[in-house]
């Protein structure tokens, strides 16, 4: 980091939640004083009267409070029916779900967990692909290190973040420069799931790669060859 103050830039980084997305798996679990009176809110007490369901059309999924948030932007809550979600915070969810509840039962509390928080991390890392992060509060140096860090290739100074933008209906790409410590103050600081990091090839791998523009295609040839051989020795 070009700058002696990241420790204290670092420490002041703002975290402001993930925005639940189409396609989230949230574990939702309602608790109250009243063991048998919040039980009709709970999935995991409801599995027969659920079982059967399309998950696709309901927003219910397989596993005990676990419910996905539909195309629409729903989970439908037992006794609760349809609750919007879309674009919410988990704690804007729960403070809405804890109200709707509230004409049920006595100091409803509600936990709202998500299940699925992906992201893809590809380009000049270690080990690209997609990264299942155990942590919802991933900033991009963390979502590097799940894919073994940057390759001696990677450019640190120019890497690319893809992030669908709702208001926009589109994705954004916003390049970042990881060597600059003031990155943490960047709204992409911290990551949202199904975020795509690409570490692009520094310039020395990118002179390198396009001094011999038909290399690849060697390489597909040699396959090509290598793959009829073994066929050929295989059926003699």
Do not use: W
Request: aromatic letters at 8%.
């Amino acid at each position: 980091m070009q700058n002696h103050n990241f420790e204290q830039e670092v420490s002041e980084a703002r975290y402001n939640g993930l925005k639940l997305q189409e396609g989230d798996v949230l574990e939702i679990v309602v608790s109250a004083y009243d063991d048998i009176a919040v039980k009709p809110f709970n999935l995991s007490t409801m599995e027969q009267t659920n079982a059967g369901v399309d998950p696709s059309s309901s927003g219910v999924v397989s596993k005990p409070n676990q419910y996905v948030v539909s195309s629409e932007g729903y989970v439908v809550m037992p006794v609760l029916g349809q609750v919007y979600c879309k674009g919410m915070t988990k704690q804007q969810l729960k403070q809405d779900l804890e109200t709707r509840l509230k004409q049920y039962l006595t100091d409803p509390l509600v936990n709202v967990k998500l299940v699925n928080f992906n992201v893809s991390v590809i380009g000049e890392v270690k080990s690209p692909g997609q990264k299942t992060s155990t942590t919802e509060r991933l900033n991009i140096f963390q979502a590097i290190a799940l894919a073994g860090d940057m390759t001696d290739g990677g450019d640190r100074t120019n890497v690319k973040l893809i992030r669908y933008s709702e208001s926009q209906a589109k994705d954004e790409v916003v390049a970042l420069n990881l060597s600059e410590s003031n990155i943490v103050n960047s709204p992409y600081y911290y990551l949202q799931q199904n975020d795509i990091v690409y570490v692009e090839p520094d310039k020395n791998k990118q002179i390198a790669a396009n001094s011999n523009p038909n290399k690849a295609l060697y390489f597909q040839l040699f396959g090509v060859l290598i793959a009829t051989i073994a066929l050929i020795i295989r059926f003699k």
